[in-house]
């Protein structure tokens, strides 16, 4: 079995669990004092002080003073890191749930994520956009109900777009705005293969 990507790049222990739940974390969300941390990540308070120490040293943890003592957030105006936001998010447990959700819909030829949760500039309220080709049959219906599940299980909206596959060549083809964003920003391939170039 693959092990999760947070794990093959820092291990399991206390940097891999903090790692995961504060860049998972929305934008939006106020750095956090060790103990919280400790807490919400799943790690033992007495180990969490050296991992942050390791992480906030190797610059993959932003380390910030406040009034209430040392508070901790992932860098997310660091470039550099943009990829390993991205990639973790492709391997977060909300990705493999959509993947589960749309994996017995034969007639979907292509599924991904697109938007602000694909490329990470997620904030509290945002939806996690999802596109949905066809070739035509496809019971939209029940893969919405499938996708409104997760987002029960997740707390987020999750908003499907379908199309046709033909349809949305054609859209990118006229440089439609949407098709176009969708091809050329960051995306989460969550079913088949895109059908344009790549």
Not at 35 to 53: I, N
Not at 177 to 191: E, F, G, T, W
């Amino acid at each position: 079995m693959k092990k999760p990507i947070v794990e093959a790049l820092f291990g399991t222990g206390p940097k891999a669990k903090i790692v995961q739940w504060l860049y998972l974390r929305n934008d939006s969300s106020p750095a956090v004092a060790a103990r919280a941390l400790a807490r919400e990540a799943d790690v033992p308070y007495g180990s969490v002080d050296k991992a942050l120490r390791e992480l906030v040293a190797h610059q993959l943890v932003v380390r910030e003073e406040t009034p209430h003592g040392p508070h901790y957030r992932a860098p997310r105006e660091d470039p550099r890191l943009a990829g390993l936001f991205t990639l973790l998010r492709q391997d977060s447990d909300i990705t493999d749930q959509l993947k589960k959700a749309l994996k017995p819909f034969k007639l979907a030829s292509y599924a991904c994520v697109f938007g602000s949760f694909a490329s990470g500039n997620t904030h509290k309220a945002s939806d996690i956009d999802v596109l949905v080709l066809e070739d035509g049959g496809l019971d939209r219906f029940a893969v919405m109900t499938a996708l409104s599940k997760v987002s029960d299980r997740v707390s987020r909206e999750v908003n499907p777009e379908f199309y046709i596959g033909s349809d949305f060549m054609d859209k990118l083809e006229r440089g439609d705005a949407i098709a176009l964003s969708v091809a050329a920003n960051p995306r989460i391939d969550l079913k088949g293969e895109p059908p344009w170039p790549h």
